[in-house]
């Protein structure tokens, strides 16, 4: 059965996708503060619509 799909990340799992060499966490951090990056505060934790993601960055799969 396939895996479904989620419909947020959180930012490590953001960075995760983009690869730890592309941007660094703070920079995603400033751009959410900014408005640049839409994201819920659920706790401690920032969680990006996955529509944004795949908009801006293309298809999601998780290894």
């Given at each position: 059965?396939?895996?479904?799909?989620?419909?947020?990340?959180?930012?490590?799992?953001?960075?995760?996708?983009?690869?730890s060499n592309t941007i660094n966490r703070m920079t995603i951090y400033k751009?959410?503060?900014?408005?640049?990056?839409?994201?819920?505060?659920?706790?401690?934790?920032?969680?990006?619509?996955?529509?944004?993601?795949?908009?801006?960055?293309?298809?999601?799969?998780?290894?």
């Open positions: 059965m396939a895996k479904r799909k989620p419909k947020f990340l959180t930012i490590n799992q953001l960075l995760e996708f983009l690869g751009q959410i503060w900014a408005g640049n990056i839409p994201a819920k505060k659920i706790g401690r934790k920032f969680l990006i619509p996955m529509k944004w993601i795949e908009k801006e960055f293309g298809e999601y799969n998780e290894q």
